[in-house]
């Protein structure tokens, strides 16, 4: 038996507020857009930089959580696997999305990491100095301090 693995992991900002929605059949299934940026330095020594943007879907009960607790600018660590999509669309043309299915996400921001947010979160979660992100820091947005003991799981 050949050995097979899909596996994403990403820590990165929010692009737009996520949105979430119940299906025929009652699931909740919310989408995110999260960006990353990858920096490397050119031939001649300066530095360069690319913003690569992914589409994240979570489904039932950490589609919930990502809904109410994420917002655009949210730095979050996901996990999960690639799932690509195809559908015709209304001009007759096959179309593919490829998108992460997320199982985990981690909450980073001062809040999310100062109370140890997350959702089927592994013991020491990730510290800063493991992204290898070099961002500029998202500015503090308003609103209340969730507190550990609010998390519905």
């Known amino acids: 038996m050949a050995m097979s693995l899909n596996r994403v992991q990403l820590i990165g900002n929010l692009t737009r507020d996520p949105e979430m929605k119940q299906i025929p059949g009652g699931q909740v299934v919310t989408t995110l857009g999260i960006a ?3 920096t490397w330095k050119d031939q001649a020594g300066a530095q360069q930089s690319k913003t690569e943007f992914h589409n994240v ?12 607790y994420l917002k655009k600018g ?17 001009d ?10 997320a199982d985990n996400m981690i909450m980073l921001d001062s809040k999310g ?3 140890g947010g997350g959702y089927q979160r592994e013991a020491g979660g ?3 100095e493991e992204s290898s992100q070099e961002e500029a820091p998202m500015p503090a947005t308003g609103g209340d301090e969730v507190k550990i003991d609010d998390l519905p799981f």
């Open 36 to 38: 990353t940026n990858f």
């Open 57 to 68: 879907v979570a489904w039932r009960k950490l589609a919930e959580i990502c809904g109410q």
């Open 74 to 90: 949210s730095k979050v660590f996901i996990e999960g696997r690639l799932q690509t999509r195809d559908w015709e669309g209304e």
């Open 92 to 101: 007759g043309v096959k179309r593919y999305r490829t998108e992460i299915v």
């Open 113 to 115: 990491a100062a109370m």
């Open 126 to 128: 990730l510290s800063k």
